[in-house]
Each structure stands twice: as C-alpha cells, then as structure tokens.
Antibody, heavy 121, light 109 residues
Framework: QVQLVESGGGVVQPGRSLKLSCAAS????????IHWVRQAPGKGLEWVAL????????YYADSVKDRFTVSRDNSKNTIYLQMNSLRAEDTAVYYC??????????????WGQGTLVTVSS | EIVLTQSPGTLSLSPGERATLSCRAS???????LVWYQHKPGQAPRLLIY???RRATGVPDRFSGSGSGTDFTLTISRLESEDFAVYYC??????????FGQGTKLEIK
C-alpha cells in the first residue's frame, strides 16, 4: 500500500521559518508529482504547491508564493516544503498527496495523515 | 481561477437514505478535471471519483458521480455509517491553482 508520512510540524512564531518533510514508500517515487495541501482549523482544503516527478517544475498558490519553496530528493524518496515568513493564517494541517494521471483526468490518489503547523507568538 | 461552490453546506440524513451533493463551477470545466474526495476528522482525505464519474480503486459502487459543464453531482445511493464525513469537489485542470470547493458535511440525522 502506498504510504506518505509528513513530519516537521510544530509551533513557530510569526515571521519565522519551518521545514516540512513528506517521506514516501511502496511506490516508484521518482515517477510521480507530489502536492502539498493544507487545512486551516475549521476550514476546507486549500491546494498549496506541486512539484513534478523530476523536480523540473514547481507551482504555488498565490497565498504562499515567494514565501514557500517545494523541493524533492528522489534518492531519499522525500519531498520538502520550506516555509518562510510564516503568518498566523498559515496555521493548518499540511498534507502531502500523490499526483495521479489517468488519460486526461488528474487527481490526488494517496494522501498522508498530515502534520500540524501552528503559527503563534 | 475556477471557483467551486458546493451545496448544501450540511446534509442531515439517516443510514439507508440517498445522498445527493452538488458542486457548481464558476465557469464551464471539462468533466475530465472534476474530482471528489471524502474526508473524515483526523484521517487522510480519500479519493472517491475522478473524471467526474470514474470511481477510484476500491470505492464502493454506491458512490457515483455525474454532471458536465458547470454542474456536477456526487450521489451515495444508500448511506452506510462509514459514509458520514465531509465531501469536497476539486477542479484539477491543466494549470494551477487546483481549487477545492468549500465542502459538504454529511451528518447523521
């Protein structure tokens, strides 16, 4: 069974940085793009970022552009999300999710359990 | 950017009943790009339907998706206790952002 495990969450002060990791297993990691999605307390899902299978392309939501950076190490089967200049509104559970293409249809077919980031002084 | 509006916000039904959840897009989208997820508290979201009507692996056939253009529907034919959760539609188009609807909470009546 495909497995994605997030880590690195915690409490951080506004303006500081935090780096999340997403460790993947039980599939050929280097063949898949990976997304980050977040859910603020009491809110819905918000797409955050996508990194292609080979790291050649990266995309970000406007709300995190120029503050967050997604990267990957295919030798370690791990995705990272470097979060800088954190704000209270970045408080959320952060999920990584695998990108699936079936013909013209795309989706997020496997998700991790999430890691909680709390931005507070 | 495509905006997805889900209705109702909360749906209260009993096990055995039929559930109909709506997702309306702010402009016409390809059916290939409409996705549905189920999310239970404390768990990872689960892919249910992609391409508007194609069930993901392992999803029971009581779940079905339909629609085109701007109006899409997720139907659960006969509710079971494990189906009570929050459901999200998503537009996963050819370019970001890959927006979600605000969700429909399906609760036990």
């Amino acid at each position: 069974q495909v497995q994605l495990v997030e880590s690195g969450g915690g409490v951080v002060q506004p303006g500081r940085s935090l780096k999340l990791s997403c460790a993947a297993s039980r599939f050929t990691f280097s063949n898949y793009g990976i997304h980050w999605v977040r859910q603020a307390p009491g809110k819905g899902l918000e797409w955050v970022a996508l990194i292609w299978f080979d790291g050649s392309n990266k995309y970000y939501a406007d709300s995190v552009k120029d503050r967050f950076t997604v990267s990957r190490d295919n030798s370690k089967n791990t995705i990272y999300l470097q979060m800088n200049s954190l704000r209270a509104e970045d408080t959320a559970v952060y999920y990584c999710a695998r990108d699936l293409w079936v013909g013209e249809s795309m989706s997020f077919d496997y998700w991790g359990q999430g890691t909680l980031v709390t931005v507070s002084s | 950017e495509i905006v997805l509006t889900q209705s109702p916000g909360t749906l209260s039904l009993s096990p055995g009943e039929r559930a109909t959840l709506s997702c309306r897009a702010s402009q016409s989208v390809s059916s290939s790009h409409l996705v549905w997820y189920q999310h239970k508290p404390g768990q990872a979201p689960r892919l249910l339907i992609y391409g508007a009507s194609r069930r993901a692996t392992g999803v029971p056939d009581r779940f079905s998706g339909s629609g085109s253009g701007t109006d899409f529907t997720l139907t659960i034919s006969r509710l079971e206790s494990e189906d009570f959760a929050v459901y999200y539609c998503q537009h996963y188009g050819t370019s970001p952002p890959y927006t979600f609807g605000q969700g429909t909470k399906l609760e036990i009546k």
